[in-house]
């Protein structure tokens, strides 16, 4: 074979065109802003990266669009889902290379990227879609739809992924199939019961004698309580849970709920390592994406102040929200309040063991 035939490092990466992509809009004005460049180049490696987590997630819902989930298959599920968490910690990272630029280096070129802003990115739509945030969820940009500030080529594949079963609704089916939901001659939900609500009842009792709460404190303290209480009355109760769905407070079903909670319980069982990593996986995502948002936020509050952002969005105020609101899993999360120590626990019957084994194996 010639040299002339041989793969070479520039051409298999195309190296060509991907370093002569960057185009200084400030240039058209006068002279090419110094850091111009910089701002270019971080985020044609945030959309980099993000292709990189969409090509991860793609095939982890191809996984959880089998009618079998092997426990091999969470196994590499979880592993996917490491990466992007990976990813996800490169893309906070490059927030603070991004802070090397000041407010005054920014303000040389600001007026040059009007209309565009980040609120663009198809991909990053795509990515929220993917893994389950609704429409109905999603904190308004200027008053209008997410899709509208999309090139017309972006909004198919972004209205396509809305329509689409996220990893979200992938999750809620493969939980309400596990097997953990069945305990004939085993009274879990009694014994269990009893536990969380001794439980609950010893932080009433804290709550109240707090000597270091005011009034206004203990009564604060003892209205989030009951809410916690009330949640717990639906975790046992599927018609409270029900409830608490169509008022909007809960997505996940409550067949999917209590099989993750059995399964955050008795993570120690072998059996349910990977099915306990794969929901501490997700947690991580949404905790990650939470604290990107924050990052971002922080970083635009430090360079345009309370400015409107170049896309029309109010800047700052817009990704605190989303940073709040724009979570998935968080009922995961959540479902630490009902946590009881390991002593507590009722032991998991031999029968119940073999047909979780059974249903992540055959």
């Known amino acids: 074979m010639s040299d002339k035939n041989l793969l070479n ?15 200084l809009k400030s240039v058209e004005r006068s002279s090419a802003t110094h850091d111009e ?3 270019i180049i971080i985020h044609q490696v945030y959309e980099l990266w993000f292709k990189q987590v969409l090509f991860e997630l793609d095939s982890v819902l191809e996984i959880f669009k089998q009618k079998k989930v092997r426990e091999s298959d969470v196994s590499l599920a979880v592993k996917r889902l ?5 990813i996800q910690k490169i893309l906070i990272d490059q927030i603070r290379v991004l802070e090397t630029m000041t407010a005054m280096d920014f303000l040389e070129f600001r007026d040059d990227l009007f209309p565009s802003s980040g609120f663009q990115s198809a991909q990053f739509r795509l990515m929220e879609n993917k893994l389950g945030l609704l429409v109905k969820d999603r904190i308004n940009y200027g008053r209008q ?15 396509k992924s809305e329509n689409k079963k996220s990893l979200f609704e992938l999750l809620e089916i493969w939980l309400e199939r596990t097997p953990f939901l069945l305990f004939e001659g085993f009274n879990f939900w009694e ?4 536990s969380v609500r001794t439980m609950l009842y010893k932080e009433e009792q804290s709550i ?18 009951e809410k916690a209480i009330f949640s717990f009355e639906a975790m046992i109760d599927p018609i409270k849970h029900n409830e608490l769905i169509e008022k909007n407070n809960k997505r996940l079903s409550h067949k999917a709920t209590q099989a993750a909670l059995l399964i955050f319980l008795y993570r120690e069982e072998p059996i349910l390592h990977s099915p306990f990593n794969l929901l501490s996986k997700l947690m991580d995502i949404d905790e990650l994406f939470t604290t990107w948002r924050q990052r971002h936020a922080l970083m635009v509050r430090r360079i345009i102040g309370v400015k409107i952002g170049t896309g ?3 800047g700052h105020t817009y ?3 989303t940073a709040d609101r724009h979570k998935v899993f968080a009922e995961l999360a959540d479902l630490s309040t009902f946590f009881i120590p390991r002593s507590s626990l009722p032991v998991l019957p031999e029968k119940i063991k073999k047909n979780l084994g059974y249903f992540f194996n055959s």
């Open 191 to 194: 014994q269990y019961s009893e």
């Open 145 to 159: 739809d997410y899709k509208n500030p999309l090139l017309e080529s972006e909004k198919e594949p972004v209205i």
């Open 37 to 39: 460049m910089l701002f």
């Open 82 to 86: 490491d990466r992007i968490t990976e």
């Open 319 to 321: 990704l605190e929200k």
């Open 9 to 23: 490092y520039s051409d298999y990466l195309n190296l060509d065109k991907l370093l002569n992509s960057q185009v």
């Open 312 to 314: 029309g969005s109010s």
């Open 208 to 225: 109240r004698s707090n000597p270091n709460h005011s009034q206004k404190e203990i009564e604060y303290h003892l209205k989030e309580h």
